[in-house]
């Protein structure tokens, strides 16, 4: 996996925007790429010139959305019994495709825009969507609005992390390891939304119907 990590990691530095979609829409989809090393790394490099800032968000969200698309269209045209069957091949155990199938629906379309800030979650979210056949449009808008989200602040983390430790750029393994240790801060902003979000929906959730 170490090996792995600092390949992708050299992808982001060799193939600017090219190589940031790319990984993205892997991550987004049913690989086990950690977009921390993605678009933190990016983020640095923008603030050396290399990139810009805005252009290392918007190439991440839209390879995010090509993932979370092509997972959506792949679950519907597939079905839930082929990837029940199959799903372990493709990491994604039946264990995790009910968990993501419960999220749903539990939290509607809007649990589309939170599941991108939840790991796990995050990324097999398009299975279920496509299975139940939400609207594709409603899926796109909530997956924008979310991998946009999350990236923005994996790039503002990222870049204020490294600004400090430069050295890390050079130990993509280590660099993974410490934006995890310090993910609390990404975590806490991502708990507190979704708490918000729970909130509202209790509080707009019409009352049952009392039997007569």
Known sequence: ???WVAIWFQWVHDWGYAGIILLMAMESSVFPIPSEIVIPPAAYWAAQGRYSFSGVVLAGTLGSYLGAA????A??????????????LIFCPEDKLVRAERWLARYEAGGVFFARLVPVVR?????PAGLVRMPFGVYSLMTVAGAGL????LAWFGGNLLGSHPDLVNDPALL??????RSWLIGGFAIGLCA????VMKLTAKPALSRS
Do not use: D
């Open 1 to 3: 996996m170490q090996q």
């Open 70 to 73: 092509a997972t959506y269209w």
């Open 75 to 88: 679950a519907r045209w597939l079905g839930r019994p082929l990837l029940v069957r199959y799903g372990a």
């Open 123 to 127: 990324h097999l979210i398009g299975i």
């Open 150 to 153: 999350w990236c923005w602040v």
């Open 176 to 181: 993974v390891q410490v934006l995890r240790e």
């Open 196 to 199: 918000l979000y729970v909130l």
